[in-house]
């Protein structure tokens, strides 16, 4: 165990990011003190999960050296904390392989935007966590570095595309986790391992990936072990960027501060199936129903209710398929021989889709946002589950069907996280306990536009009811039969 002035490592790695910001401004604990207990833990779980199968720790610590010989004021709002950067964006320096062989070791000159402002904040990153090739599917697995495992059953999957993400915090390798969502990316990995995943909306965290910078389907964001945590994470990832289109200015009063603040009587709307369009099981739902009924005893008002969302399924699938036709499909071709074959089926639908296509789907989620405003006039956020189902074992891609009802194809079990994407509205995922097996389930919440501080506040209503947060854990290593 590496000796600290005060704390153990795994004291250190059991706090809340916030309070360890807390102790850095302070200077009760250093940056590099935090650098060890961060990698001593890494040591001890990767070969359980293999959640960061990158690291840079020669960079980290020239970082911490820097922040350590800082004063206060300049040390930004993380202040030094060790975060993780998901395997889809640059960091100066450091293999980014995006999971695809043929970028294996891609070694980018520059960081992404949204890294040069985390480490301009404070932030120091510790490694990349580990994705599905090109962040295509919600198991995270891939050709070079191989299956991230949920850290509660180390037989079942932890989700995707981040899964190495939220497998990293689950397990107390960091206290915050960069993630991106797109079809739930961020949303499913949280659910799985216990952790909070927010989608925020287009252009709070900056622009779209690299080439398509006005691109609004797939964003950015933070991943924390709390909802408290996570707001402390879009504190330090929002803000105005010239080189980000989309991007604007943060709010005058912090997330965080909302969250603190986090009180009144929530109006929840939810809804087990998006009104008859996604698949859960009856063991999800009367989980998420039971759960409900605590947030209800609490002192929120609970009713079942959906708005109509016609074409949701079609307006998704043409809107996502843009993003690989324009990304992955235009890679060099020796590049792209190595793809997988679900991504190279993402591509060719893609390329496939007409411009009528595209008018209707901008017709389409014009037509679901607004009867998503109109509805959400009466409540304050929609309720519905993240995924419709419990994690498979590691080895399967992707689940063929729901309690008997087979699902279509690749996708079609994450339509939960469709609606969000659909209508920039921002989403999260919270975790609402454990299942008879032991698992952990999350509850998604929908709000209202451009509505991050409410949405992390009602989060954090949800997470007292429900006794949250979880704390990180052992691995919990079994095998598949």
Not at 126 to 153: D, I, L
Not at 238 to 245: E, I, T, V
Request: glycine share 10%; aromatic share 6%.
């Amino acid at each position: 165990m590496t000796p600290f002035s005060k704390f153990t490592g795994s004291e250190l790695c059991s706090k809340e990011a916030h309070e360890v910001v807390t102790l850095l401004l302070r200077k009760e604990v250093s940056p590099s003190e935090l650098l060890n207990a961060a990698y001593d833990r890494v040591a001890e779980v990767e070969p359980a999960v293999n959640a960061m199968p990158t690291l840079c720790r020669a960079r980290a610590e020239a970082a911490a050296a820097r922040i350590d010989t800082s004063s206060t004021d300049a040390r930004g709002a993380l202040a030094g904390l060790p975060i993780s950067i998901k395997d889809l964006t640059s960091v100066a320096g450091v293999r980014t392989t995006m999971g695809s062989k043929g970028l294996a070791e891609y070694v980018p000159e520059e960081s992404d935007p949204l890294v040069l402002r985390l480490e301009k904040r404070g932030g120091i990153v510790v490694g990349k966590t580990n994705t599905p090739e090109f962040g295509a599917g919600a198991n995270t697995f891939n050709a070079v570095f191989g299956m991230t495992r949920n850290p509660w059953n180390t037989s079942k999957n932890a989700g995707g595309s981040s899964g190495g993400a939220a497998a990293s915090l689950a397990t107390g390798e960091v206290w915050l986790a960069h993630g991106s969502d797109l079809a739930g990316s961020l949303r499913t990995p949280a659910a799985y391992c216990g952790v909070v995943g927010f989608r925020p909306s287009p252009g709070i965290t900056g622009a779209g990936p690299g080439p398509i910078k006005f691109h609004t389907e797939g964003v950015q964001g933070p991943m924390a072990r709390s909802v408290r945590d996570c707001a402390l994470f879009l504190d330090t990832m929002a803000g105005f960027d010239p080189k980000s289109p989309i991007s604007f200015p943060p709010p005058q009063g912090t997330y965080q501060d909302a969250v603190i603040r986090a009180e009144g009587k929530l109006r929840i709307a939810y809804t087990p199936d998006l009104n008859g369009y996604a698949l859960t099981s009856k063991a999800m739902d009367e989980h998420l129903r039971a759960a409900l009924l605590r947030v209800e005893r609490s002192g929120a008002i609970v009713e079942e209710a959906c708005p109509p969302l016609p074409d949701l399924d079609r307006s998704y699938r043409v809107l996502r398929s843009m993003l690989w036709a324009a990304l992955p499909g235009r890679a060099p071709l020796e590049v792209q021989r190595h793809f997988k074959d679900t991504l190279r089926e993402n591509i060719e639908f893609g390329k496939s889709i007409t411009i009528e296509d595209v008018y209707d789907a901008q017709y389409g989620r014009t037509r679901i946002f607004d009867n998503m405003i109109a509805f959400l006039e009466k409540f304050d956020v929609l309720a519905c589950p993240v995924v419709g189902l419990m994690p498979g074992p590691i080895e399967e891609e992707y689940p063929t069907e729901v309690d008997g009802v087979p699902l279509s194809d690749y996708i079609s079990w994450l339509r939960f996280s469709y609606l969000a994407t659909v209508t920039g509205l921002p989403a999260i995922s919270v975790p609402v306990g454990l299942n008879k097996d032991g698992l952990p389930v999350g509850l998604q919440l929908i709000g209202h536009p451009r509505g991050e501080a409410a949405l992390l506040a009602a989060a954090r209503i949800v997470e007292v009811a429900m006794d949250g947060p979880l704390g990180p854990i052992d691995p919990i290593i079994t095998h598949s039969s």
